[in-house]
């Protein structure tokens, strides 16, 4: 009889080092930052392979992000909207008023795309520990967070803490925890261990 504690740990626990593929040499690199998830203030990257390096901070994300200009034409009045998704740039958008065609450029303004699957929450990246079973996928970002699924799809008892309800465990996607995949879970998890 395996017993899993859920203590009602977060995502964000695991947020503070994560395991991604280096965007230069697609080896193992970690990115490293001074707070869990949204409240993380600054975040690093560094890749021990290749020496690849790069800084993150909240005022100046580069990462997923959403970028929205929304004004009125300045001809007609009407509502105008356009959203951008990917990397922040200075450029300006262009935008076109259906109503009466006039033509504007303005500012975009940029912040933070909620997280991406299966990447790391400052720059974006593809997460190192990625497994996938019978065609769904599932992650982790690093090696203790991977221990925290293995322990839990192991388990045979759960037992949750009241009011909970959002903890990590309960939002495990329901296929890593379906009795008829536990052994393929469990190889894949093994497997990614040894990554
Ligand atoms: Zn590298
Ligand atoms: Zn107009």
């Known amino acids: 009889m395996i017993r899993f504690h859920d203590n009602g740990a977060y995502d964000a626990n695991f947020q503070r080092e994560v395991a991604v593929c280096c965007p230069r040499c697609k080896g193992r690199a970690y990115v490293f930052s001074d707070d869990n998830g949204w409240r993380a203030k600054n975040a690093a990257l560094s890749c021990s392979s290749c020496g690849y390096s790069a800084q993150w901070n909240r005022a100046n994300p580069k990462g997923p992000s959403v970028g ?54 400052y720059f974006g990246y593809p997460l190192w520990l990625v497994g996938e079973v019978k065609g769904k996928v599932f992650w982790a970002y690093n090696s203790a967070h991977l221990s925290f699924i293995r322990n839990y799809v192991q388990a045979t008892i759960r037992v949750r803490e009241p009011n909970r309800n959002s903890s990590l465990a309960s939002r495990l996607p329901h296929f890593l925890l379906d009795r008829k995949n536990r052994s393929a879970v469990l190889k894949e998890i093994a497997q990614l261990e040894r990554k």
């Open 68 to 121: 929205v200009v929304k004004r009125r034409c300045r001809y007609c009045g009407r509502w105008l909207e356009r959203k951008y998704f990917g990397l922040p740039h200075a450029h300006l958008a262009r935008l076109r008023c259906a109503g009466c065609n006039t033509e504007m450029r303005e500012p975009i303004t940029w912040s933070r795309r909620g997280q991406v699957d299966a990447c790391d929450p």
